[in-house]
């Protein structure tokens, strides 16, 4: 544009000289008028301060100014030429590489919540991508390497590509720490399995019920959806229990239960491992934390045929905190555990 608007410019300077030629002929054309007549003209002309020294100096200066106009817009020209071609080499390098990292962490969260083969076949499938991550680093230090160019040459927009090089950056260790950590998450579940005893059918029906229940697909479930499994698992929850099993699955309060959670609460749930600190901790959330818990308590919390049995076996309370039909919970825990025929 500027450009167009200096040519413009420049076409209007043979008509300007021409009028200038013109005024200086009058100017010599009253010279020689007065010499001709003898006629002594005063030093300046009261009509005009203009002078026709004036008028050369400026035609000087404007026969200077031009071809430097001329060259400071080929220079721009030029560095303008050379940015858009920077912005468009990064561009096309930037919007590959993000799709991709995005297309891959699609691909690692697919094959985390996948029930093909065993545990061995995705943790070597992802391994696989592990590698094809490694071996795509190449490809992210290109794509610094012409961000410091565009840095470099002062350039903040680019037209052709959604992606900067902060979106790369993050998606890249995004990407690194999901491939990381979902690695580390099956072989966790491999070694629960081994030590648990849990066959793969098992851990495949555990897969199916988390993923059933994982409404969002995202390999993680929420309260409510992990509420849902859990009584589709034939569990029978009051609030207390709930808590208590949150407790366990969602140690940090997040709000959210993972897969190797759940298949770690399923496999001490599955197996006779219960120690009476634990049974006493289930029973101390059941009764609100306190030393001692009712009858109604334990019916409100528990399914009808457990709660009669708790109450038929468990001793009054002694403690000095005591209230009328208090029952130990404690020591009917520590019986539970040492003997069998109870």
């Given at each position: 544009?500027?450009?167009?608007?200096?040519?413009?410019?420049?076409?209007?300077?043979?008509?300007?000289?021409?009028?200038?030629?013109?005024?200086?002929?009058?100017?010599?054309?009253?010279q020689?008028?007065?010499?001709?007549?003898?006629?002594?003209?005063?030093?300046?002309?009261?009509?005009?301060?203009?002078?026709?020294?004036?008028?050369?100096?400026?035609?000087?200066?404007?026969?200077?100014?031009?071809?430097?106009?001329?060259?400071?817009?080929l220079?721009?020209?030029?560095?303008?030429?050379?940015?858009?071609?920077?912005?468009?080499?990064?561009?096309?390098?930037?919007?590959?590489?993000?799709?991709?990292?995005?297309?891959?962490?699609?691909?690692?969260?697919?094959?985390?919540?996948?029930?093909?083969?065993?545990?061995?076949?995705?943790?070597?499938?992802?391994?696989?991508?592990?590698?094809?991550?490694?071996?795509?680093?190449?490809?992210?230090?290109?794509?610094?390497?012409?961000?410091?160019?565009?840095?470099?040459?002062?350039?903040?927009?680019?037209?052709?590509?959604?992606y900067?090089?902060?979106?790369?950056?993050?998606?890249?260790e995004?990407?690194?720490?999901?491939?990381?950590?979902?690695?580390?998450?099956v072989?966790?579940?491999?070694?629960?399995?081994?030590?648990?005893?849990?066959?793969?059918?098992?851990?495949?029906?555990?897969?199916?019920?988390?993923?059933?229940?994982?409404?969002?697909?995202?390999?993680s479930?929420?309260?409510?959806?992990?509420?849902?499994?859990?009584?589709?698992?034939?569990?029978?929850?009051?609030?207390?229990?709930?808590?208590?099993?949150?407790?366990?699955?969602?140690?940090?309060?997040?709000?959210?239960?993972?897969?190797?959670?759940?298949?770690?609460?399923?496999?001490?749930?599955?197996?006779?491992?219960?120690?009476?600190?634990?049974?006493?901790?289930?029973?101390?959330?059941?009764?609100?934390d306190?030393?001692?818990?009712?009858?109604?308590?334990?019916?409100r919390?528990?399914?009808?045929?457990?709660?009669?049995?708790?109450?038929?076996?468990?001793?009054?309370?002694?403690?000095?905190?005591?209230?009328?039909?208090?029952?130990?919970?404690?020591?009917?825990?520590?019986?539970?555990?040492?003997?069998?025929?109870?």
């Amino acid at each position: 544009g500027l450009i167009s608007a200096h040519d413009q410019f420049k076409s209007t300077l043979p008509d300007a000289d021409r009028e200038r030629e013109a005024i200086l002929a009058i100017h010599k054309e009253a010279q020689r008028i007065a010499e001709s007549n003898h006629i002594k003209l005063s030093g300046s002309n009261p009509y005009t301060t203009v002078t026709p020294q004036i008028i050369n100096s400026k035609w000087e200066k404007v026969q200077q100014l031009v071809p430097k106009r001329d060259h400071a817009l080929l220079e721009e020209q030029s560095k303008q030429q050379s940015n858009e071609h920077l912005r468009r080499q990064f561009a096309s390098q930037a919007n590959v590489v993000g799709p991709w990292i995005q297309t891959k962490m699609e691909e690692i969260g697919r094959i985390s919540i996948e029930m093909n083969g065993t545990l061995e076949d995705q943790l070597s499938h992802l391994k696989q991508y592990e590698r094809s991550i490694v071996d795509y680093k190449p490809n992210l230090d290109l794509l610094e390497q012409q961000h410091q160019l565009i840095q470099e040459a002062l350039i903040f927009d680019n037209k052709h590509t959604n992606y900067t090089m902060e979106h790369i950056r993050v998606g890249w260790e995004q990407l690194l720490t999901t491939i990381a950590r979902t690695i580390n998450e099956v072989e966790n579940q491999i070694l629960t399995r081994d030590a648990k005893g849990i066959s793969q059918e098992q851990m495949q029906e555990f897969r199916a019920s988390f993923n059933h229940f994982d409404k969002k697909q995202t390999g993680s479930m929420d309260s409510d959806d992990f509420r849902a499994l859990l009584i589709s698992t034939g569990y029978s929850l009051g609030e207390a229990e709930f808590n208590r099993i949150m407790s366990l699955v969602d140690p940090n309060h997040s709000g959210l239960v993972t897969f190797q959670a759940f298949i770690d609460f399923m496999s001490r749930e599955t197996t006779d491992t219960d120690t009476a600190d634990q049974v006493i901790a289930s029973f101390k959330v059941l009764a609100g934390d306190k030393n001692f818990i009712t009858a109604e308590e334990l019916r409100r919390e528990l399914p009808p045929d457990q709660a009669e049995y708790c109450i038929a076996r468990m001793a009054p309370y002694q403690g000095p905190d005591a209230v009328p039909g208090a029952l130990d919970y404690k020591s009917f825990s520590t019986a539970l555990y040492g003997e069998s025929d109870l």
